[in-house]
């Protein structure tokens, strides 16, 4: 029952370079979030955009999305070290199986940062 | 303010024995969350708590019971582990009852079923 996939499984990428992470869903939704796992650790969220919104900001990350493509995309400008981690993108839908108004997540990128 | 905690950290069972997994918030949270988590996979709900009082099951309920004890702590049970309960264990909360609101997690538990 995935909603969310994103693309591409693995990025790794050098300190300073951008990261950019997508993720596709099949249904329509209420909001599309993206979450940030360090290894062994829990998952902390990271930016939350509305189905009526296009692109929101947040320090370093930017994220957009496209509706009528049903896409997100999580751009991480100037990465660090400090970003090696798995990112999640979850979808939240009313209509959505039979967890309406809950959280799918998909199975994330894991983005590896070199110094 | 430690957000939300989890115990134990780790578990080893055998097939066949019971456990409960302990979860709690300190944020006032109305709405309450269990996940697992298997490798090269996203989270799936196993069950969840819009409020205190109710319980519902999400994806993945067989072989589980809840029980959200007051609105600070929500447990998971196992009653008779099978290997493929081998996973992750992670409890979240949010402000609820809305479910779309973002979700604050806890460290987890590493659970093995032999």
């Known amino acids: 029952s995935q909603q969310g996939e994103e693309d591409p499984q693995a990025l790794s990428i050098q300190e300073g370079e951008n990261a950019t992470m997508n993720c596709s869903y099949k249904?329509?939704?209420?909001?599309l979030q993206w979450y940030r796992q360090n290894s062994g650790r829990g998952l902390v969220h990271l930016i939350l955009?509305?189905?009526?919104?296009r692109e929101k900001h947040s320090g370093r990350l930017r994220v957009t999305l496209d509706t009528s493509k049903k896409s997100s995309s999580l751009l991480i400008t100037a990465s660090r070290a400090a970003d090696t981690a798995s990112y999640f993108c979850?979808?939240?839908?009313?209509?959505?199986?039979?967890?309406?108004?809950?959280?799918?997540f998909g199975k994330g990128t894991k983005l590896s940062v070199k110094p | 303010n430690a957000g939300v905690t989890q115990t134990p950290k780790f578990q080893v069972l055998k097939t066949g024995q019971s456990m409960t997994l302990q979860c709690a918030q300190d944020?006032?949270?109305?709405?309450m969350y269990w996940y697992r988590q298997d490798p090269g996979m996203g989270l799936r709900l196993i069950y969840y708590?819009?409020?205190?009082?109710?319980?519902d099951k999400g994806e993945v309920p067989n072989g589980y019971n809840v029980s959200r004890l007051n609105k600070r702590e929500f447990s998971l049970r196992l009653e008779s582990a099978a290997p493929s309960q081998t996973s992750v264990y992670f409890c979240?909360?949010?402000?609820?009852?809305?479910?779309?609101?973002?979700?604050?997690f806890g460290p987890g538990t590493r659970l093995l079923v032999l």
């Open positions: 979240a909360s949010s402000e609820g009852p809305r479910y779309q609101e973002t979700q604050y």
């Open positions: 944020m006032n949270h109305n709405s």
């Open positions: 249904t329509s939704i209420n909001n």
């Open positions: 708590s819009a409020s205190e009082g109710t319980t």
């Open positions: 955009i509305r189905s009526n919104e």
């Open positions: 979850a979808t939240a839908s009313m209509n959505y199986g039979g967890s309406q108004g809950n959280l799918i």
